[in-house]
Structure formats: C-alpha cells, structure tokens
C-alpha cells in the first residue's frame, strides 16, 4: 500500500558528494517523521539523519556538518545531500517514514529497498 523508493546512490571518490532521494508513494494519509539510515557490511544499521514533519532535523555525530537532510512535503519526498564523503560513509543506505495511510489511520513505520554508497580512498 505505502512504497519507499530511493534513488541517487553510487560510486564516489573521497571529497565528493552525492544527493539521495526518497519518494513515499501509495494510499498516504499522512507522513510524520521521515530519516535516512544506513548499514555497513557486518555492522548494524545505525541512524544518519532524521526530519520531523514540521522541520527539526537531528544528526549522527559522525555527518554533522557533512550531511543535510530535507523534505518536500507537497511531493512526499526526503532527500539527503551528503557532501565532503569519507570511505567511512560506505554502506547501504535506507530511507524510513512513519506513515499513516487512508485505510489505516494509525501511524507505521516503513523502509525503502535501499541505495548503495560506495566511497572510494
């Protein structure tokens, strides 16, 4: 019913930069918080970024600075600009959304399929 498709993922060198996107699709009544997560190989999947319905967005300590997360709410997107990307940033990432949908007024979290980011040294 609720589709999380991500795009914008890809090989970049060190210093570069990349903007990932979300796009929530489906029967939505309503998207509250909107995020960005992301797993490395053999480590857990970890929070990068995330954005309240209303703006207030928070940070992993590690892309403070690097990273800038947004949403465009009138097309129930999210996007993630990441600039000044270290090999550290490898991994997959997730794009999530807590959303409620026309049939189901209570609120569920989703994930999209996930993008590679790969950060060559």
């Known amino acids: 019913q609720v589709q999380l498709a991500e795009s914008g993922g890809g090989l970049v060198q060190t210093g570069g930069s990349l903007r990932l996107s979300c796009a929530a699709s489906?029967?939505?009544?309503?998207?509250?918080?909107m995020g960005w997560y992301r797993q490395a190989p053999g480590k857990q999947r970890e929070l990068v970024a995330a954005i309240s319905s209303v703006g207030s967005t928070n940070y992993a300590d590690s892309v403070k600075g690097r990273f800038t997360i947004s949403r465009d709410n009138a097309k129930n997107m999210v996007y993630l600009q990441m600039n000044s990307l270290k090999p550290e940033d490898t991994a997959d990432y997730y794009c999530?959304?807590?959303?409620?949908?026309?049939?189901?007024?209570?609120?569920?979290?989703?994930w999209g399929q996930g993008t590679q980011v790969t950060v060559s040294s």
């Open positions: 999530n959304a807590v959303i409620s949908t026309t049939t189901a007024r209570y609120k569920v979290n989703y």
């Open positions: 489906g029967n939505i009544f309503s998207i509250y918080a």
